[in-house]
């Protein structure tokens, strides 16, 4: 009987977790929503800007540093859909003990010296389907805590990685890791350790033990999101005085890692001639999209109301190449408009946009028929290496 009441707790438990998690991950996916269109905005103009001022002048230089904030603040973003687990990055074929190599050789450059290294990696681990900017912030993120918990007195983190088989299923927290192969990395302090009281919030967004000035909390929860989306499993042994060992689990990949794993993105920006409608309800970005366009040679008819858009498009076909559009919108949604769009015109070409939405990521949006999917904010760059690749498409 004990053992049946503590294990319903233990599930009441995991359920709470996962209701608490899951209604920070919409907060958080509001709030990306909001905030990337704003960064949208913000870089936007000061490309637009920049193409318009000398490379020597000050003024240009200002406005490269505008231009890299908002890129940070984009990876701020990207690290609430993290947790929210929204964020649709796409993964690769990757190796993880190259990655894990070269996230140590960063950490070590940043981190005090009386703060040592000691790494087993297995060179027989199988490849993991990852984001490997996200593994790297996994691992800079877990090793920056260890070296903290170890900054007075200094110590020892040690990282090993190898492949394992689960056999039964392991839990911690909301989480549950079911049996099969997986690639397992271990990080290890020999800090102060963590209480058993604190463990259960660590995961929590803001959560944090450490003065105002040197944590915001968000470290383990971005983590937490971002094994979520690979699929794995973390969990937390501690005891308190003598240090933390954190275990994550990635499912190990049966695909072999070839060459043709590794992506190759090209930085020409390429230009066009066609006709293209842009819309967003954003006057704002409207304008921006418009003038982006424009600096690439193509012609551009902007509009902040999706049902105009509609008729001006009914009106007359084959006039538009290319068809861009927001998706969250007040009259239509992108994804309404696109359907409508494909009535008139069957395979007509489309772009969705979006800062986040529930409703469509990547593979949603190709699947109402919209030739490709960007994220917001974008540069001009992104705007068009995707524009170029769905007006050439064959689709």
Request: with cysteine; net charge negative.
């Amino acid at each position: 009987v004990d053992r049946d009441v503590t294990e319903r707790k233990q599930a009441e438990d995991r359920l709470n977790q996962a209701r608490k998690m899951d209604s920070i991950g919409t907060l958080a996916g509001g709030i990306a929503h909001e905030f990337n269109n704003i960064l949208g905005i913000v870089l936007g103009n000061a490309e637009l800007a920049m193409d318009d001022s000398p490379r020597w002048s000050l003024t240009h230089n200002f406005l490269s540093e505008i231009k890299n904030a908002s890129l940070r603040g984009k990876d701020v973003v990207k690290q609430l859909l993290s947790f929210s687990r929204k964020d649709t990055k796409k993964k690769n074929l990757i190796d993880m003990a190259a990655t894990i190599r070269e996230s140590i050789g960063f950490l070590k450059a940043s981190i005090p010296a009386n703060i040592r290294f000691k790494e087993s990696l297995s060179e027989n681990c199988p490849p993991v389907l990852a984001d490997q900017t996200q593994i790297h912030q996994v691992m800079i993120n877990l090793c920056t805590n260890a070296a903290h918990a170890m900054e007075n007195n200094g110590g020892t983190v040690k990282i090993s990685l190898e492949k394992e088989s689960v056999t039964e299923q392991l839990f911690f927290s909301d989480q549950i890791l079911k049996p099969g192969e997986y690639v397992r990395l271990e990080i290890s302090d020999t800090g102060h350790g963590i209480p058993d009281d604190v463990i259960k919030y660590i995961f929590d967004p803001f959560f944090t033990t450490k003065g105002i000035d040197k944590g915001t909390g968000m470290g383990l929860a971005v983590v937490y999101g971002i094994i979520k989306g690979h699929d794995g499993f973390i969990n937390i042994k501690s005891t308190p005085g003598k240090g933390t060992t954190l275990r994550c689990y990635f499912p190990a990949s049966d695909t072999a890692l070839t060459e043709t794993s590794l992506t190759d993105e090209t930085v020409s920006i390429p230009k066009g001639t066609e006709t293209l409608m842009f819309v967003d309800d954003d006057p704002s970005i409207a304008e921006i999209g418009l003038r982006l366009l424009q600096k690439l040679g193509y012609i551009v008819e902007k509009h902040t109301n999706p049902l105009t858009a509609l008729a001006l498009f009914k009106a007359d076909p084959e006039k538009f190449d290319l068809v861009i559009t927001d998706m969250t919108m007040p009259e239509m949604t992108g994804d309404h408009l696109i359907t409508q769009l494909q009535k008139i015109r069957p395979g007509v070409r489309t772009i969705i946009t979006t800062g986040f939405s529930k409703r469509v990521d990547e593979k949603t949006a190709i699947e109402i028929g919209a030739y490709d999917y960007i994220m917001k904010p974008f540069t001009l760059e992104v705007l068009a290496r995707t524009v170029r690749n769905v007006l050439d498409s064959n689709k």
